[in-house]
């Protein structure tokens, strides 16, 4: 799944068997797409990529629902 966060970032988060390593545990892949000029660039590459484990990608799923959860149920000033 590709996640447009503005008109330079997006996010990639998907599955892949061929990112199996042997003996390692990490096999969801986070990515992060960015263009826009590099002077404004939060990272220096196009694009960054890490591997999590299935254990981290539910606890950043739980980190995330519960982010929105306190926001929706935050009043705005």
């Known amino acids: 799944m590709i996640i447009q966060v503005d008109e330079n970032i997006s996010l990639e988060v998907y599955f892949d068997p061929a990112d199996r390593e042997q003996g390692s545990e990490d096999e969801i892949r986070f990515r992060i797409y960015e263009s826009g000029p590099k002077d404004v660039r939060l990272f220096a590459a196009n694009e960054t990529s890490f591997l999590l484990t299935c254990k981290q990608a539910e ?15 935050t009043p705005r000033s």
Do not use: E, P
């Open 59 to 73: 606890r950043l799923a739980s980190a995330l629902q519960k982010a929105v959860i306190d926001c929706r149920g």
